[in-house]
C-alpha cells in the first residue's frame, strides 16, 4: 500500500458501503500500527488502507505509555493482529523538543520525558541529532513493547511480529528500520 501512495496510484481498498457494513459489528484488522498524533502521518492513507484493516494508535512521539501498550494489547491479543508496526517519522516535533530538552508548558512536557531515554542513547552520535532520535526512539518503544507479558507471549509463540519504521514527510515512503 505505501508504494501504491507514493507512486500516486492508490486503489482506496476496503472504503466501500459494503466494507462500513461488513465490518459494522466486528473488526479484523491485519495490522497494529503505534504511531505519532502528527497530521502528516495518518496510517490508512500512507498504506493506502481502508475501514477495519490498521488497528491504529496514535500519539504525540510514537510512545509507548500504558494507554497506549494497553490498546495494543487489545488489538494483538483479542482481535489477533499478527503485526505491530512502531512508526516514527522525520522532524518529529516530539522527538525534536527531547533533542532540545526545551521546557514545555502543561501536559506536553510528558512526551519529552517518554523520549529522553532514546535521546541519550544517540547524543554522542554523529549526523542529524533529530534523524538520529527518531530511529532510537522507535527501536526503544519497541523495547518498551516488549516488556508487556501479553505481547511477548505473542511474539515467542510465533503469533507477532514486531517492526519499526520511519516514514518521510517530504517522499511518504515508509522504511523499515528494525
Known amino acids: 500500500g505505501n ?3 507514493i507512486q500516486h496510484q492508490p486503489q482506496y481498498p476496503d472504503q466501500s ?6 465490518v459494522a459489528q466486528t473488526q479484523h484488522p491485519f495490522v497494529t500500527i503505534l504511531s505519532c498524533a502528527d497530521s502528516r502521518v495518518p496510517a490508512e492513507i500512507v ?12 500519539i504525540a512521539g510514537n510512545i509507548a505509555i500504558p494507554e497506549a501498550i494497553g490498546s495494543i494489547e487489545y488489538a494483538v491479543v483479542l482481535l489477533g493482529t499478527p503485526v505491530l508496526m512502531v512508526l516514527g517519522h522525520e522532524r518529529c516535533g516530539a522527538v525534536t523538543a527531547a533533542v532540545q530538552n526545551e521546557a514545555l508548558l502543561g501536559d506536553i512536557s510528558s512526551f519529552v520525558k517518554a523520549i529522553k531515554p532514546a535521546v541519550e542513547r544517540v547524543k554522542d552520535q554523529s549526523g542529524d541529532a533529530v534523524e538520529n ?6 527501536q526503544y518503544q519497541i523495547e518498551r513493547l516488549k516488556r508487556s507479558p501479553l ?8 503469533k507477532l511480529k514486531i517492526v519499526g519504521g520511519r516514514y518521510d514527510l517530504d517522499t511518504g515512503r515508509v522504511t523499515i528500520i528494525t
Open 3 to 5: 508504494q501504491r501512495f
Open 17 to 22: 458501503a459494503g466494507r462500513l457494513q461488513e
Open 47 to 58: 498504506f493506502d488502507q481502508g475501514i477495519g484493516d490498521i488497528f491504529d494508535v496514535r
Open 133 to 138: 532520535a527518531v530511529v532510537a526512539n522507535v
Open 151 to 158: 505481547l511477548t507471549e505473542r511474539l515467542q509463540s510465533g
